[in-house]
């Protein structure tokens, strides 16, 4: 039942003392109450930003940087741009709201790259290596986490080399790859010792330290931890203290080094003592160390009094990790005081937890381990039955035995009975899918050949002949001879056939866009999105990886341009949105299309039931490609879309 704590840092960063913190910011209040709107006011906002983040005070973080965002744009300080950016991505990242965060870093990057600065660049896709792991979305991590790296050596960004190596082997560990996780641990603590890189150091060393601990290296996990606490002390990282602290106490506990063990706990509450302002996840283990040090102290009431007080904590805000740990020590502690409907109280506990946790990271597996714990409980139940009957008598164990086997025979039977009718009805629903997806086929293809059709006669027939009848109106005005009020219906004529050729163009131009066919699906997404801006209906930020030089099939490139097309489209309809992000990226052979806003948002649970023409085209469109279609959205808080197919 016994977990790892598992504690990580997203990115180093100084911490002031609470003193000099505290007297810096009143004078900078008090400056800021009286400065003048320039990029010296800028530059004061991030200070102010950064002091109250530093302090976890994440709420005035927000509000003074959502400040120095509408001050940048008002001086039209566009070299601020991406800092601003920045900052948003780590207070939302600090609060675990990461769609915000993703946004905002998507944002940041797009500004670094118009305004060529490629450490800027690094930075953001260092940060959104750290949105798409806490996200769960392990593909993406890896896939910028080790892009981040190669840009950071490309760049020779000494400075945060070691931070990137360290990331990666946070990445490794949750995918339980503990090799390759210490691997690239080892290369971040000797790029940090080696660049004099502090921050990005002691994010390695805590890192491998604590895959050495997963291994049940804890003689090596206890020589790192100590090196962490021993640096961190020495520049007063503060959260680096406090971690080393309570992965120092996890150890010390799982080889049962009592002394040290007390010694790190009187540390530690010292250390909360002095810092009441303290995360609360940390918090949260500061009570498991305490509960850990009474253990090994035989004392059990004491034990269990830290861990209840901690358990309300983590229980409230659900916090998972310190959760799973309290429910495991406080069952040991009860069946040291032989309380075993208490052990099975907290068994059940984090029994619910863990399984809720697997089915969110492994949901398409939840049936089988389901279908697997209650096939186990019914062989434990068969097997605990076959103990007592061999306890009455021979005769009966023979008996029941038999009853047993024919039980298990015809549980059996059924299962694989139901097993075959499961298969079949799977071969059944794959051949209907596979039905519904060549209609779609033929649909799709049929209608994109109608339009390319209707697009060509249109252009080429009837603007043809609007071109022609124009020409000819024009020759006929120098023979005729005109009253004024004729000649003004004449030219009003002229305008409207004018009129009548552009909306002509245009119709075509929807119907069939010509970038798309001569240049690509690229060129053509980026002109989609001009056009959008030119009219002022939305602001639309494209971006795109991988494309530029990609060829993609016409088919799949035509399905992809309308999909991007209708969700544009329904935001400028239903969202009521101001700004809208577009990202399109071709990785190995896959595409992923991502289309977000910060419009007013609804409940998802409405499209399974929706009936609209929109939302129906894009599903089919998708199922056609064989894809997956992911909508993210709360009332309030914008619409994210995330499509992900084969090239």
């Known amino acids: 039942m016994g977990k790892f704590i598992v504690l990580l840092s997203f990115w180093g960063l100084p911490v002031l003392a609470v003193g000099q913190q505290t007297n810096s910011l009143d004078s900078q209040l008090q400056v800021l109450a009286h400065a003048k709107e320039d990029t010296h006011k800028v530059n004061l906002l991030f200070d102010i930003g950064k002091a109250y983040f530093l302090a976890n005070e994440f709420d005035s973080a927000l509000y003074y940087n959502n400040v120095c965002e509408r001050l940048i744009s008002k001086v039209g300080a566009r070299q601020y741009e991406h800092r601003c950016f920045h900052e948003f991505v780590k207070i939302y990242h600090a609060q675990a709201a990461y769609r915000p965060a993703l946004n905002y870093c998507l944002r940041a990057i797009e500004t670094a790259k118009q305004q060529k600065n490629p450490f800027q660049e690094a930075l953001s896709y260092r940060a959104l290596f750290n949105i798409y792991h806490n996200l769960r979305m392990n593909d993406s991590a890896v896939k910028y986490g080790v892009y981040s790296l190669r840009l950071t050596e490309e ?68 020589e790192l931890f100590s090196k962490q606490l021993e640096i961190a002390k020495k ?45 609360i996840k940390l918090k949260c283990f500061q009570y498991i160390v305490n509960g850990y040090n009474n253990i ?74 389901e279908t697997k714990y209650e096939t186990e409980k019914k062989d434990n139940q068969l097997k605990l039955q076959q103990v007592k009957i061999k306890q009455k008598n021979i005769l009966n164990y023979i008996l029941f035995g038999s009853a047993g086997a024919l039980l298990v025979i015809s549980l059996l039977a059924y299962r694989n009975h139901k097993h075959k009718q499961k298969l079949q009805q799977q071969r059944i629903a794959e051949l209907e899918t596979e039905k519904q997806l060549t209609a779609t086929e033929a649909v799709l293809k049929g209608e994109e050949q109608e339009r390319t059709r209707l ?37 009003r004529s002229m305008d409207m056939l004018d009129s009548s050729i552009k909306e002509m163009r245009r119709v075509a131009h929807n119907m069939m866009p010509e970038a798309l066919v001569k240049f690509g699906l690229d060129t053509a997404l980026k002109d989609f999105c001009t056009d959008i801006n030119q009219s002022g209906a939305l602001r639309v930020t494209y971006q795109s ?17 309308r999909i991007t097309q209708e969700l544009v489209n329904n935001i400028m309809k239903h969202a009521a949105a101001a700004t809208a992000i577009v990202q399109v990226t071709k990785t190995d052979g896959n595409i992923s299309i991502t289309v977000e806003d910060d419009g007013k948002g609804f409940d998802p649970v409405i499209l399974k039931s929706g009936k609209g023409m929109g939302w129906s085209n894009i599903r089919s469109r998708v199922e056609y490609l064989k894809g997956k279609l992911d909508v993210q959205s709360e009332p309030g808080k914008g619409t994210s879309v995330l499509i992900e197919l084969k090239a």
């Open 545 to 561: 990886i991988g494309l530029e030089n990609e060829t993609i099939e016409q088919t799949t490139a035509i399905t992809i341009f």
């Open 296 to 369: 090994l102290s035989n004392n059990f009431q004491q034990a269990e009094h830290h861990l209840l007080e901690g358990l309300s904590i983590a229980e409230k805000d659900s916090i998972a990790d310190p959760l799973l740990i309290m429910y495991s020590t406080l069952s040991t502690i009860k069946a040291a005081q032989h309380d075993f409907k208490a052990v099975n109280f907290y068994d059940q506990k984090w029994d619910a937890l863990s399984q809720t946790l697997q089915e969110q990271e492994l949901s398409e597996y939840a049936i089988e381990l």
């Open 155 to 222: 760049i020779k960004d000494t400075v945060n080399i070691a931070t990137n190596y360290a990331n990666l082997s946070w990445l490794y560990m949750d995918l339980n790859q503990n090799d390759k996780a210490i691997a690239y641990g080892q290369q971040g603590i000797a790029a940090g010792e080696r660049y004099k890189d502090t921050s990005g150091l002691l994010t390695a060393i805590n890192n491998t330290a604590l895959c050495y601990h997963r291994n049940g290296n804890n003689k090596k996990a206890i």
């Open 455 to 491: 697009a060509k006669d249109l252009h080429d027939g009837l603007g043809g002949m609007l071109s022609g009848i124009k020409y000819s109106f024009q020759t006929m005005k120098g023979n005729l001879i005109m009253t004024p009020e004729n000649h003004q219906a004449f030219e």
């Open 235 to 279: 520049i007063n990282r503060k959260r680096s203290i406090v971690r080393a602290h309570i992965n120092l106490a996890t150890s010390y506990y799982t080889v049962g080094d009592t002394a040290e063990l007390r010694k790190t706990t009187m540390e530690l509450n010292d250390y909360f003592e002095n810092n009441p302002k303290t995360d």
